[in-house]
Nanobody
Framework: QVQPVESGGGKVQAGGSLRLSCTAS????????MGWFRQAPGKEREGVAC???????YYASSVKGRFTISRDNAENTLYLEMSSLIPEDTAMYYC???????????????????WGQGTQVTVSS
């Protein structure tokens, strides 16, 4: 059974930084789009950042310039570097893998068939 596994969440003060990691045994991350999604209490799940197999990236406007998505193909690991964190970033963050190979997606959750269990990020003011 294939399921991405996230790590790196935690509690930080506003202005701080965190790096989230994701790995999924059985999937070659460089062959498909990968994404980070988040869901805060009372809000819908939203796409935060996605990276295609060819390294094309997408960022939500709310995180652009503060977050960076990257992929280490040698380690088969996905990362989300988060800086200048604000309380509005508080959410459960999910790693997801596209259900199809070599698709240039649009960071829509309907395109992602493999989901992690989530890692909590809490930013205090």
């Amino acid at each position: 059974q294939v399921q991405p596994v996230e790590s790196g969440g935690g509690k930080v003060q506003a202005g701080g930084s965190l790096r989230l990691s994701c790995t999924a045994s059985g999937l070659t991350l460089g062959t498909r789009s990968m994404g980070w999604f988040r869901q805060a209490p009372g809000k819908e799940r939203e796409g935060v950042a996605c990276i295609a197999w060819n390294a094309f990236t997408y960022y939500a406007s709310s995180v652009k310039g503060r977050f960076t998505i990257s992929r280490d193909n040698a380690e088969n690991t996905l990362y989300l570097e988060m800086s200048s964190l604000i309380p509005e970033d508080t959410a459960m963050y999910y790693c997801a893998a596209d259900s199809e190979l070599y698709r240039e997606g649009n960071c829509l959750d309907t395109d992602f068939g493999y989901w992690g269990q989530g890692t909590q990020v809490t930013v205090s003011s």
